[in-house]
């Protein structure tokens, strides 16, 4: 059983930053690429970010490019999600995930293929 736990999160406002970390248990976390969704009330949970198991391939929504950025550091089993210049509209419950497709590192990255989640981390931006 993989354990995932986010920090992080908080409210901040508009044009601010905020780092979310994931801490990964219960597998060998270096085998496994990681991604960041996110969810509003109503809506499907939608991806954000991914990365690759070895940490060298990333991928992001066309909403956040240029303003998020993934990173993983195996050594302590964590994920992160740099978040630049949020906006209202990035408000959401941030959810990690660890994808099931052991040394796999992209670009096809789905709801589906992650097969353990984390409580989620609210992340609230004011404007």
């Known amino acids: 059983q993989v354990q995932l736990v986010e920090s992080g999160g908080g409210l901040v406002q508009a044009g601010g930053s905020l780092r979310l970390s994931c801490a990964a248990s219960?597998?060998?976390?270096?085998?496994?690429?990681m991604g960041w969704f996110r969810q509003t009330p109503g809506k499907e949970r939608e991806f954000v970010a991914a990365?690759?198991?070895?940490?060298?391939?990333?991928y992001y929504a066309d909403s956040v490019k240029g303003r998020f950025t993934i990173s993983r550091d195996n050594a302590k089993n964590t994920v992160y999600l740099q978040m630049n210049s949020l906006k209202p509209e990035d408000t959401a419950v941030y959810y990690c995930?660890?994808?099931?497709?052991?040394?796999?590192?992209?670009?096809?990255?789905?709801?589906?293929?992650?097969?353990?989640w984390g409580q989620g981390t609210q992340v609230t931006v004011s404007s």
């Open positions: 990365i690759g198991w070895r940490g060298g391939s990333t």
């Open positions: 995930a660890a994808d099931r497709r052991a040394y796999y590192s992209g670009p096809n990255y789905y709801k589906t293929t992650f097969d353990y």
């Open positions: 219960g597998r060998t976390f270096s085998n496994y690429p």
